[in-house]
């Protein structure tokens, strides 16, 4: 395979940049240099510590997948049925915990290291589950629920940043898109099992929750034998043991590529602080907020991320029986697992596109199309006789507005899960390496807060705004998100994590990164025809 293509920028007429841009332009070509070992061939062990620490992200999907099933057949487990506001709690303080345990695992996995936080997750998924498959009064199982938050929040947060450090670049976005489809595999799997117990009266719903405690362990012995991030080894100053993990994802390199590479992300470190190991929270924080190129990077991430929450996807996944019954379909848990089922199988959609289409042409033609899905499903709502007051049918005859609304709805999960779901956690790309555990915290946090203000207001939207104006509204974000992303997300597919950094210090980038990849369109060709290459 060639080494990277870096002509320079001189025939870019824009006379604003043109300064800036020659600056660049030596520093791209120091950085092909460096970045030379992407262009040899990537390892099997790189895809099997992502595939690894995907285990954190399907342990992610599975205990925020299986509580909706949970929640019918629980009965009077707990001592009593549980009231609306008692569900309410049980559900929504997952997410709770998720906020707390993103927070934790982003102040600690730059000082202790990646893995740290993975270990940490897998000992509170273990205790959560026990603490709820074991609980007979509410209070014990809504600890247990909290806890079980705080390794989902810590799973979020680190293994996206984890897997995107590990990647060569010309996979990157697809293994993280591979954890991503562990998440939606999780819920698949919960929502599966969980209709499985859904006629076993009694106690059955302990065994769905307690297989969640098998995968944490497992997770546990393997990351064992994964090496820490190399650019977290070489920010504590560990180059040897850096190395030999390049060594290991990067088989065919030479010693002199694996220096340089080492000397690359060095510098891309130190150019902007003196050693990030040492760093206070307050100064990383600091240097977020004032230095603007890096403020943009971080805010760009998070707001997609907003979008991902804020467009509703998760009132589906949460309230996908509730609305199918209320639409009038008599099978309601069943058709909602065609929910997170169509979610599971189009984030595989986006693990096979991202790295070859690139994430902004994702973006632009999948979230216009979810705009376009809420927008015609808040039209059908309007002839479906519902009360919004009591959110019941007032005539069992609803015909095709309930199709059209399953139509939409079914396809809105589609663009969703094969365009913005991955692409948000893929936001950690953007972040600069010596802010990037505090930044992808702020995007976690971001998905849960987020998060939490939807799953809390969508029952209370549906009966105040009637259904057409809460899914108007959806339609609404979508439609922002869109224009956000035409005007202000870059295209960063087949870039050194260390130049993307380059790419917001001219505004958000657009033209820039567009004029990267043209530049840089046969090496981009070539990483794209790189398939999954398992032969080393
Ligand atoms: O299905 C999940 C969804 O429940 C999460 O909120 C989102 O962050 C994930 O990307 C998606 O795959």
């Known amino acids: 395979m060639s080494t990277i293509n870096n002509k320079e920028f001189k025939d870019v007429k824009d006379d604003v940049f043109i300064d800036k841009l020659e600056k660049v332009d030596t520093f791209s070509d120091e950085q092909a240099e460096l970045d030379n070992i992407e262009t040899t061939a990537a390892s099997k062990a790189a895809w099997l510590i992502a595939m690894t620490v995907s285990i954190g992200g399907f342990l992610f999907g599975y205990d925020t997948g299986y509580i909706s099933s949970v929640l019918v057949t629980i009965g009077t487990s707990l001592g009593h049925e549980l009231s609306t506001s008692e569900q309410e709690l049980v559900t929504s303080i997952t997410s709770?915990?998720?906020?707390?345990?993103?927070?934790?695992?982003?102040l600690v996995a730059d000082k202790y290291g990646r893995k740290m936080p993975i270990y940490a997750a897998c000992v509170v998924f273990v205790i959560g589950t026990l603490l709820q498959a074991a609980a007979f009064h509410l209070p014990q199982f809504a600890i247990g629920r909290f806890v079980v938050g705080l390794g989902v929040?810590?799973?979020?947060?680190?293994c996206p940043l984890?897997?995107?450090e590990i990647s060569p670049m010309r996979y990157r976005g697809r293994m993280v898109a591979f954890n991503n489809m562990s998440v939606t595999l999780g819920q698949l799997i919960a929502s599966g099992i969980g209709a499985g117990f859904a006629h076993v009266k009694g106690d059955g719903w302990?065994?769905?929750v307690a297989?969640?405690?098998a995968p944490p362990i497992i997770l546990a012995v393997l990351l064992y034998f994964c090496p820490e991030s190399p650019r977290q080894l070489v920010a504590h100053g560990r180059m040897e043991l850096a190395e030999a993990c390049l060594l290991k994802i990067y088989p065919t390199s030479t010693t002199q590529m694996r220096q340089a590479k080492i000397r690359s992300i060095e510098a891309s470190i130190h150019e902007q602080t003196g050693s990030m190991a040492d760093e206070s929270l307050w100064k990383t924080s600091k240097r977020i907020f004032t230095t603007p190129a890096t403020a943009r990077a971080v805010f760009t991430a998070c707001a997609i991320m907003a979008i991902s929450q804020l467009g509703g996807f998760n009132t589906l996944m949460y309230y996908s029986a509730t609305l199918f019954g209320l639409v009038g379909f008599s099978n309601a848990t069943a058709v909602a697992i065609v929910v997170s089922g169509t979610n599971f199988l189009f984030s595989i959609v986006n693990l096979v596109l991202v790295d070859r289409f690139g994430r902004r042409g994702i973006l632009k033609v999948t979230v216009l199309g979810m705009a376009i899905c809420m927008l015609i499903a808040a039209v059908?709502?309007?002839?479906?006789?519902?009360?919004?007051?009591t959110l019941e049918l007032t005539s069992n005859v609803t015909g095709w507005p309930a199709i059209?609304?399953?139509?939409?709805i079914i396809c809105y999960v589609a663009f969703f899960s094969s365009g913005v779901a991955t692409i948000a956690w893929i936001g950690t790309?953007?972040?600069?390496?010596e802010v990037r555990a505090v930044g992808t915290m702020l995007n976690t946090v971001t998905c849960w807060s987020t998060n939490i203000i939807i799953s809390s207001t969508f029952l209370s939207m549906m009966k105040g705004l009637t259904p057409s104006g809460a899914f108007g509204f959806y339609a609404c974000i979508c439609s922002l998100g869109w224009v956000f992303v035409m005007f202000c997300y870059p295209e960063c597919k087949g870039m050194p994590l260390e130049a993307i950094r380059e790419v917001f210090q001219r505004g958000f980038g657009v033209r820039y990164s567009k004029q990267w990849q043209k530049e840089n369109a046969a090496f981009a060709k070539a990483n794209a025809k790189g398939n999954v290459n398992f032969g080393h």
């Open 206 to 208: 302990r065994a769905t």
């Open 211 to 213: 297989i969640g405690g």
């Open 380 to 389: 059908s709502f309007h002839y479906i006789p519902i009360n919004a007051k």
């Open 404 to 408: 059209m609304v399953l139509i939409c």
């Open 162 to 164: 984890f897997i995107a």
């Open 153 to 158: 929040g810590s799973a979020a947060c680190i």
């Open 96 to 106: 709770g915990g998720a906020l707390v345990g993103a927070v934790f695992a982003g």
């Open 429 to 433: 790309e953007l972040i600069p390496t």
